[in-house]
């Protein structure tokens, strides 16, 4: 083998054992760079005889053009190598399912207050809302509710505390939406059409009985109005709320210190297993309490009772959204329990079991 054949395998040996591209610029210094041994020998070629010249020159020609031949292949080589490394590092499966994202939705008792303003909406009523916490006069005295009332008593409603030596009737957590229907008979007079959607307070806590629950009252004044369009009206949103063509509802004589007369409302339906059917069936379910607005109440919200008259109801949202969507235990709605709220779904109509003792 001539030195030459040595030269050329020994660098086309460091060439392919090159680890890396800086192994690869080493060699390719130490054969082809200035000072390299190729280019060494080159330069050897000036004092050679023209015949040697020929064919060294040439043999060196060959040799550099291989080994640079070699070191771009490798160099190549190794930038493939490194892409395929970095891709295999960083491959991402795209078909994966994305990770799941907590998801929120709106509470049963909103969606329920949103249906009931709509359908009130449609009948001409506006929202009015009004203080969390109400003098004694807004929510007692203005409603015609007197002072040995129970609901007067701090066994049944939640009183604020007043300053040392500020002997004023404490403020309470407003017992109904109420005192809001007062205030807007004050603020518009008549005639007037709204509901009143809202949290309100008592001193109840039980199985069905929450200390927080949600109302929706509503009313309407106007010169002739009577009892007739309070049952049309009802009619009407029970058929709409209920999403069933036919209600039919029962009016039982009742009392309420706001309303003379008062009556509360039941709708038929049937209970057949376990499952609430409205509009059909032998049994009678309580959904709210009405009656004609008391004169005094009417004096209290500054409109002359000799002119105008109206109706009232109230009815607790809870309730309807639990009849309306199935949802047997109040732990879904009073600790918002994503569980309970998920297990029962929104599905209407579709009620697991629901006790009869819900009414208040
Ligand atoms: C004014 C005048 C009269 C609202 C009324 C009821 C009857 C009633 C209950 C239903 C279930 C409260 O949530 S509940 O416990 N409500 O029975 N509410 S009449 O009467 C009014 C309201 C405001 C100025």
């Known amino acids: 083998m001539s030195d030459l054949d040595t030269l050329r395998q020994s660098y086309l040996s460091r060439i392919s054992g090159a680890a890396d591209p800086d192994a690869l610029e080493q060699v390719r210094l130490a054969a082809l760079g200035k000072k390299g041994e190729i280019s060494g020998m080159m330069k050897e070629l000036g004092r050679m005889t023209p015949e040697e010249r020929q064919t060294t020159g040439a043999a060196l020609n060959r040799l550099r053009d291989e080994i640079d031949t070699a070191l771009r292949a490798r160099k190549q080589g190794l930038e493939d190598a490194a892409l395929d490394a970095r891709l295999k590092d960083e491959w991402l499966d795209v078909t994966l399912p994305g990770r799941p994202r907590p998801m929120g939705s709106i509470h049963p008792v909103s969606q329920v207050t949103e249906e009931v303003t709509a359908i009130f909406a449609d009948m001409g009523f506006s929202v009015a809302e009004g203080p969390q916490i109400e003098s004694d006069w807004y929510n007692f005295d203005a409603l015609n509710i007197p002072p040995e009332h129970p609901a007067r008593q701090e066994h049944d409603t939640f009183f604020m505390h007043r300053a040392e030596g500020d002997n004023r009737p404490p403020h309470v957590l407003r017992t109904h939406t109420s005192p809001v229907q007062i ?53 009407e949103f029970c058929r709409a709320f209920f999403e069933v063509d036919k209600v039919e509802l029962r009016f039982r004589a009742s009392h309420f210190p706001f309303t003379e007369p008062s009556a509360e409302v039941d709708i038929r339906c049937s209970w057949e297993g376990g499952k609430l059917t409205i509009g059909k069936g032998d049994s009678w379910l309580e959904i709210l309490g009405s009656g004609m ?64 003792g819900l009414s208040r």
């Open 183 to 235: 205030r807007a008979m004050q603020d518009q007079g008549a005639p007037i059409r709204v509901i009143a959607p809202g949290r309100v307070y008592r001193m109840d806590m039980d199985q069905t009985h929450t200390p927080m629950f949600h109302q929706v009252e509503g009313m309407a004044i106007d010169r002739n109005i009577s009892m007739a369009n309070l049952k049309w009206v009802l009619e």
């Open 293 to 356: 607005v008391h004169p005094k109440v009417l004096a209290a919200g500054g409109i002359d009772a000799s002119q105008w008259q109206g109706f009232a109801f109230g009815m607790g949202i809870d309730r309807i959204a639990m009849l309306k969507y199935g949802i047997p235990d109040l732990r879904a709605f009073f600790e918002s329990d994503l569980r309970w709220l998920r297990h029962y779904g929104f599905a209407a109509g579709d009620v697991p079991s629901v006790s009869g």
